[in-house]
């Protein structure tokens, strides 16, 4: 079994900075992909970004290209989200979640929820105008 934990979310201006820290427990060697969900009241869960646990693959959705950086630490067990020039439409309840493999690390495996079998509590991030 894996545990996910997110911290760092919190209240910022628009245009500021935020850090996403994902911590990864349980058992080691079974992650392959990690991932940045997100859900604002009333609407869908979608993806943001995801990093291959080995290698540098990373995706993005296109809204949050150019702001934000998906990374990871693997001697650390942790993947981070730096969400930079934050907007008011980047308001939600932002997930960690990881794929433990399967399918092939790829923009359509990323993008797609389903995919992955473990999520964390999630973590608020307001930005407001």
């Known amino acids: 079994q894996v545990q996910l934990v997110e911290s760092g979310g919190g209240l910022v201006q628009a245009g500021g900075s935020l850090r996403l820290s994902c911590a990864k427990s349980?058992?080691?060697?079974?992650?392959?992909?990690m991932a940045w969900f997100r859900q604002a009241p009333g609407l869908e869960r979608i993806f943001v970004s995801a990093?291959?646990?080995?290698?540098?693959?990373?995706y993005y959705t296109d809204s949050v290209k150019g702001r934000f950086t998906i990374s990871r630490d693997n001697a650390q067990n942790m993947v981070y989200l730096q969400m930079d020039s934050l907007k008011p439409e980047d308001t939600a309840v932002y997930y960690c979640?990881?794929?433990?493999?399967?399918?092939?690390?790829?923009?359509?495996?990323?993008?797609?929820?389903?995919?992955?079998?473990?999520w964390g509590q999630g973590t608020q991030v307001t930005v407001s105008s």
């Open positions: 990093i291959a646990w080995n290698g540098g693959d990373t």
């Open positions: 979640a990881a794929l433990s493999g399967g399918l092939p690390f790829s923009l359509t495996t990323a993008t797609n929820r389903h995919n992955y079998e473990y």
């Open positions: 349980g058992r080691p060697g079974t992650i392959y992909a």
